[in-house]
């Protein structure tokens, strides 16, 4: 199966530290995003890249939050300073853009992050 | 504002009987519309998606959606729920690169 991976799957930290997520696209796509979702809401967007560059960021992704995509690749994204209420699920979805095709986004399982 | 309603927080239905799950969009023009399924702590699987043409769309796991323009409205349907269909659904429309969702539908199955 070649999906969307992320990893870990579940994370729990305690307030005030740092955490990292790894994404892995499906390997053909260069189109890359983040989204959060907490209990009983869909998938908020986050941030998006289109190979490496990082061309849209939400105003939900505060300074404590920074995404990269070095090789154009996998994806990180790091949440430096956790609060409680950065609890939720992280998904990493990702598309291919085709001339004269609109795409398609496929989501890896997420990632649950519990902050004590 | 662009948006995507779903009335429904949840719903139940009886094992064998027919669904449909509403979903209402806000968009300046007809954006790109998606059903997604969520189970429990899982990513979100894609059932079907609207971009033109047939209003008809016809996804996995025997759903089907309609796309009524004049009600800006694209309701998921399927006409023999199985027990295995419980789970979290999500209507997402995009305009471009951006997705909004719903805040989804649970749906129980009742034997």
């Known amino acids: 199966d070649t999906g969307v991976s992320q990893d870990p799957r579940h994370k729990i930290t305690k307030r005030g530290q740092n955490v990292t997520f790894r994404c892995d696209p499906i390997s053909e796509h260069n189109r890359l995003y983040w989204y959060r979702q907490t209990l009983g809401q869909g998938p908020e967007f986050l941030t998006y890249f289109q190979n490496e560059a990082q061309l849209e960021k939400s105003r939900l992704l505060s300074d404590r939050f920074s995404a990269e995509r070095p090789k154009g690749s996998f994806s990180t994204l790091e949440i430096q300073r956790t609060e409680q209420g950065d609890s939720a699920m992280y998904l990493c979805a990702s598309s291919a853009t085709t001339r004269g095709a609109q795409e398609t986004q496929y989501f890896g399982p997420g990632t649950r992050l519990l902050v004590l | 504002a662009q948006s995507v309603t779903q009335p429904d927080i949840h719903i139940t239905v009886s094992e064998g009987a027919s669904l449909e799950l509403r979903c209402n969009y806000s968009?300046?023009?007809?954006?790109?519309l998606f059903w997604y399924v969520q189970s429990p702590g899982q990513g979100l699987q894609l059932l079907l998606k609207?971009?033109?043409?047939?209003?008809l769309v016809q996804g996995i796991k025997g759903f089907e959606a309609e796309f009524k323009r004049s009600q800006s409205s694209f309701n998921l349907r399927k006409p023999s729920v199985h027990w295995s269909d419980a789970a979290e659904y999500f209507c997402?429309?995009?305009?471009?690169?951006?997705?909004?969702f719903g805040a989804g539908t649970r749906l129980f199955v009742k034997a």
């Open positions: 609207y971009f033109s043409g047939d209003t």
């Open positions: 997402a429309g995009t305009g471009g690169f951006k997705t909004i």
């Open positions: 968009y300046g023009a007809t954006p790109y």
